[in-house]
């Protein structure tokens, strides 16, 4: 089956500039996650989709960043503006799980941000 | 919120010796556990996941076991190679949430 896409691969961008991500889930997952990865950390989330609706958007920093899955497959997600601190990985991930059933995350390429 | 804590940060175990990884968890909820492997600069990859209900799974090198009343669950690693050399994350969580921990960075020495 195909995998999580994502775009761009790269992105370098001037702080105070926007900058979009996107992402295409596996086929059939309703679940639909974006992670900030900074260098030597784990994954962080930031916000997690069920379908188009939003299950969990509590480490968001939703001053500068916004999301969203429109007709719940596809998804974007915005910084506007980018900070320094915003250079990280930006992970997108995708599951089967459910309300009542867990599954395994899989995960796109990232896109690597670079904010100078 | 979940609290996962992981540790030791870097591992460097000889090729064909074990490597175990140990994570603890403070939201009792918590009923899924995955491992995930993260080569350098690529993605995470699920490798094995536990649920609650069990305390131990195994495939192939790789065991994870689940320990519910101490809230800890550990990784596993048999005669380990080059190729197991990367960052591993444990995480827990419950339906559709997983928090994850920081990473160890296991270096498998030919």
């Known amino acids: 089956e195909a995998g999580v896409a994502q775009s761009p691969r790269y992105k370098i961008i001037e702080k105070r500039q926007s900058v979009a991500f996107w992402c295409n889930p596996i086929?059939?997952?309703?679940?639909l996650y974006w992670y900030q990865q900074i260098l030597g950390q784990g994954p962080k989330l930031l916000i997690q989709?069920?379908?188009?609706?939003?299950?969990?958007d509590s480490q968001l920093p939703k001053d500068r960043f916004s999301a969203e899955r429109l007709k719940g497959v596809d998804s974007t997600l915005k910084i506007q503006p980018a900070k320094l601190e915003d250079s990280a990985v930006y992970l997108c991930?995708?599951?089967?799980?459910?309300?009542?059933?867990?599954?395994?995350?899989?995960f796109g390429p990232g896109t690597r941000l670079t904010v100078l | 919120g979940e609290n996962v804590e992981q540790h030791p940060s870097t591992l460097s175990v000889q090729e064909g010796d074990s490597a175990v990884i140990k994570c603890t968890y403070s939201?009792?909820?918590?009923?899924?556990f995955p491992w995930y492997k993260q080569e350098l600069g690529k993605r995470p990859q699920l490798i094995i996941d536990?649920?609650?209900?069990?305390g131990e799974k195994k495939d192939q090198r790789i065991a994870v076991t689940l320990n519910k009343t101490a809230k800890h669950f550990s990784l596993h690693i048999t005669e380990t190679q080059p190729e197991d050399s990367a960052v591993y994350f444990c995480?827990?969580?419950?339906?559709?949430?997983?928090?994850f921990g920081i990473g160890t960075k296991l270096q498998v020495i030919p």
């Open positions: 991930a995708s599951s089967s799980a459910g309300t009542s059933r867990n599954a395994g995350q899989f």
């Open positions: 086929s059939g997952h309703a679940t």
């Open positions: 989709f069920q379908n188009n609706g939003v299950v969990d």
């Open positions: 939201d009792s909820a918590s009923n899924y």
């Open positions: 536990i649920r609650s209900n069990v």
């Open positions: 995480a827990s969580g419950g339906y559709q949430k997983v928090t």
